[in-house]
């Protein structure tokens, strides 16, 4: 009887507990811990990979990862069971996904995709607006029939990892009205009310620059996507950082 986040997490954490005979409240909770940080772990290794199969470049991947694991949120993150570091974790693995199946599109590989994919929906429904990224990708990679198996997977893994999502949709969907109700209105719910009174987008920018990644690290952000567009779309036939076939990857990853 609760949808504010997805049940995959709850699930996951419950079966791993009973798995190690931890499933008490106190256990629950190293357990919860030490889930957090596997998936952070993952990410930097799928930021690799994703760096890697972009750049083709060794020392370009390592500083990737690297940057990644010593920013503020991420660590501050996985010394607590949230659902966003599983969360950012499955992100990073359906962006590396997609970026393989352009390159190699196959039925299978949609299957995989609808997999994570609805293990992003039962972590936390927001992933929502990745759907019509995947449908469009899957379509003119592939074929209309190709994004038929991708929905059909989506669908199934959905009801395995969040099955009362379906069961009981009535609670389901108001529990997400809900949510989207608090987006909208930060006046409803006493914990939002610290949002009031901000600069849309501004106010995230300014704390992803001051807590998120920190001002280093940010302002290699800024200076490496000023670069990364300038050779896309200025200077591509004299580009030196990434190759004519991995614009579309490139724009994807953006």
């Known amino acids: 009887y609760f949808f504010n ?3 995959l997490p709850i699930y996951l954490l419950k079966a791993v507990s ?41 020392k370009v991947a390592l500083f990737s990862s690297f940057f990644y694991a010593i920013a503020f949120f991420p660590i501050q993150n996985s010394h607590f069971f949230t659902v966003d570091t599983l969360f950012t974790f499955l992100t990073t693995l359906l962006l590396y996904q997609l970026l393989v199946y352009i390159k190699n599109p196959s039925t299978k590989r949609t299957l995989v995709i609808g997999g994570i994919f609805a293990a ?5 429904f927001t992933a929502i607006i990745f759907l019509p990224i995947i449908l469009f990708i899957v379509f003119i990679k592939k074929s209309f029939l190709s994004s038929i198996y ?10 395995l990892f969040m099955p009362y999502a379906f069961l009981d949709f009535p609670k389901f969907w108001s529990d997400i009205s809900a949510q989207l109700t608090m987006s909208r209105n930060p006046y409803i719910f006493p914990y ?19 807590w998120g990644l920190g001002p280093i690290i ?8 000023i670069v ?20 579309f990857r490139i724009i994807i990853v953006l």
């Open 150 to 159: 991708s929905l059909s997977s989506i669908v199934f893994f959905t009801f």
């Open 192 to 210: 939002t009310l610290q949002y009031v009174g901000t600069i849309p987008y501004v106010y995230y920018l300014k704390n992803i620059f001051l």
């Open 18 to 58: 009973q798995i190690l005979d931890r499933a008490d409240y106190q256990g629950m909770l190293y357990i919860g811990r030490y889930l957090s940080i596997s998936f952070d772990l993952l990410t930097i290794i799928v930021i690799y990979k994703i760096v890697r199969l972009l750049f083709k470049n060794e």
């Open 218 to 225: 940010s302002i290699f952000s800024m200076i490496g996507l």
């Open 120 to 124: 992003l929906l039962a972590t936390k």
């Open 228 to 247: 990364l567009l300038f050779n896309c779309y200025i200077v591509k036939r004299n580009s030196r950082v990434i190759e004519e076939s991995n614009h």
């Open 5 to 7: 986040y997805g049940s």
